[in-house]
C-alpha cells in the first residue's frame, strides 16, 4: 500500500520510557513512521505488490484495522470523512471520463520509488490520457 504522508503528527513524550529498548527521556519530540507499518511483510504479505484482493471480501470492500492512513485515536486526521468523499468523487468522475494508460513500449513506474518527506512524490513519468467512448 503506498500512503502519501508516511510519517504522523509529531508527539512529545510525556515522561521518561523506553521504547524498543531505547530509552527515551522524557520531551522527546517523536515522530511516528506510519508507512513502515504497510511495508511490515507480517501484517501485509509482499507489501511491495498492488493486491487489492486484499481488501475485497465476496465482492465487497471490508476494512483492514491494520490499515490506518488517517492515523487513529486521539490524534487521527480530522478531515478524513471529507478527504475519503473528495477522493471518491474525483476518482471515480476522472475514470469514468477518462483511460489512463502507460505510453506503449515503456514499464509501468514503481510507485513505492520517490523522493520522500513529508509526502511522498512520486519520479517524474509519463502517461497517456484519452477519453473513453461515451457509451461507456
Avoid: W
Wanted: proline share 10%; hydrophobic share 40%.
Amino acid at each position: 500500500m503506498l500512503i502519501l504522508t508516511p510519517l504522523g503528527l509529531a508527539h512529545e513524550a510525556e515522561r521518561d520510557l523506553q521504547l524498543f529498548g531505547y530509552d527515551v527521556p522524557k520531551g522527546t519530540l517523536l515522530v511516528p513512521n506510519v508507512g513502515s507499518l504497510f511495508m511490515n511483510p507480517e501484517m501485509f504479505p509482499d507489501p511491495k505488490t498492488f493486491k487489492p484482493e486484499r481488501y475485497i471480501k465476496d465482492g465487497h470492500f471490508e476494512a483492514v484495522p491494520d490499515v490506518i492512513p488517517f492515523s487513529t485515536g486521539r490524534r487521527a486526521c480530522l478531515g478524513e470523512q471529507l478527504a475519503r468523499m473528495e477522493i471518491f468523487l474525483f476518482l471515480t468522475n476522472l475514470l469514468h471520463r477518462y483511460n489512463i494508460d502507460k505510453p506503449e513500449g515503456t514499464e509501468m513506474p514503481n510507485i513505492l520509488e520517490g523522493r520522500c518527506g513529508g509526502n511522498r512524490v512520486p519520479f517524474p513519468h509519463t502517461v497517456v490520457i484519452s477519453k473513453r467512448n461515451a457509451a461507456t
